[in-house]
C-alpha cells in the first residue's frame, strides 16, 4: 500500500523560530525520506540552515526569509503560493509548535486530490508533550484524537494547490475584510483546507479527498497564552463556536465564488 515511491515535502511557517525546537526534532525521528520547506515570517531575524541542523534536521532543507512580517494568514497563503510551483507529489503545511510524527502516504488514485488523516490534540499537561518526543509514542488515554480537516498534516497534490490560489486571488480583497473584523485568532488552516475542497469541488466533481485512519499530526494546546504570532487568542470556552462561525463566514464567499465561476465558464 505504500511502497511506491514519493516525494513528500513539510512546509513550515514560522515566526517565534524557538517554537522550531518542538517540530524539528521530531521530524529528524522519522525514517522515511522527505523534504522540509520553512517559511520565516520575521524578518528580523534571519533563519539559516546551520539552525535548523542543530535540532536534529539532516534531509533536503529550503529556507525562505520573508522580506516583510506577512502575519499568520498572510504567511500561510505565502507558503501555499511558494510550495505550489515545487515539484513534489505531496505537500502537506504544519505550524512551528506543533509534530508531524509520519509520513505515509499511500498509492491512491489520480481522482484522489489529499489524503486527511488523524491528528491528536494535547491540552492537558507538557508532559503528554514529552512522552511524544522521547518516546514516539502517541498517548492514547488523554486529550483527544480525530479525523483532521485542516491542511495542516493533510498531504495535497500541488497541481490543486496551484489552483487554489488562482481561485483565491481574485477573492482576497473580499477575504481579508472578513478577516479584519474578526478580532481574535481563528483556524486558518481549517478555513483554507474548506477553500481548497471548494475550489476543487468546482473544477474537478470527480476528484475528492480520502480519509486513512492514522494519526499523523499532534496538534499542541498546552498553556493559556493571551496572543500567538500577534493576534489575541480566543477564549477556550467560546473557541469552538467562533471557529465554526468563522468558517462558515469564509465558506460562504468560497461558494458563492465557485458558483460565479461555474456559471462564467458555461457561457
Known amino acids: 500500500m505504500f511502497t511506491k515511491k514519493k516525494h513528500l515535502l513539510i512546509a513550515i511557517t514560522t515566526f517565534d523560530h524557538d517554537a522550531l525546537r518542538v517540530s524539528v526534532p521530531m521530524l529528524g525521528c522519522i525514517k522515511q525520506k522527505f523534504s522540509v520547506l520553512i517559511y520565516n515570517d520575521n524578518p528580523d531575524i534571519q533563519l539559516e540552515k546551520k539552525h535548523i541542523r542543530k535540532l536534529g534536521w539532516r534531509g533536503p532543507l529550503t529556507i525562505i526569509n520573508g522580506d516583510k512580517n506577512l502575519g499568520e494568514l498572510g504567511a500561510r497563503l505565502e507558503i501555499i503560493k511558494i510550495c505550489s510551483e515545487q515539484p513534489f507529489d505531496w505537500i502537506t503545511f504544519m505550524d ?34 514529552l512522552k511524544i518526543m522521547f518516546t514516539h509514542a502517541v498517548p492514547t488515554d ?94 477556550i470556552d467560546t473557541k469552538g463556536d467562533l471557529s465554526k462561525t468563522t468558517i462558515e463566514k469564509f465558506s460562504e464567499l468560497f461558494e458563492l465564488a465557485a458558483k460565479q465561476n461555474m456559471v462564467a465558464s458555461d457561457k
Open 142 to 235: 488523554t486529550d483527544k484524537t480525530g479525523p483532521n480537516f485542516d491542511i495542516r498534516g493533510t498531504w495535497i497534490r500541488p497541481k490543486y494547490l496551484k489552483e487554489f490560489i488562482m481561485f483565491f486571488e481574485p477573492l482576497s480583497q473580499q477575504f481579508n475584510q472578513i478577516a479584519k473584523g474578526i478580532k481574535t485568532r481563528f483556524p486558518t488552516g481549517a478555513v483554507l483546507w474548506h477553500g481548497i475542497n471548494i475550489a476543487v469541488k468546482a473544477n474537478h466533481p470527480d476528484v475528492h479527498p480520502m480519509y486513512m485512519n492514522q494519526t499523523n499530526y499532534i496538534s499542541i494546546r498546552v498553556g493559556n497564552a493571551k496572543s500567538k504570532y500577534g493576534i489575541k487568542n480566543c477564549p
Open 96 to 129: 512551528d509548535d506543533d509534530m508531524i510524527i509520519s509520513v505515509d502516504v499511500p498509492n491512491v488514485d489520480d481522482n484522489i486530490f489529499a489524503v486527511l488523516q488523524d491528528a491528536h490534540i494535547i491540552n492537558t499537561s507538557h508532559v503528554e508533550v
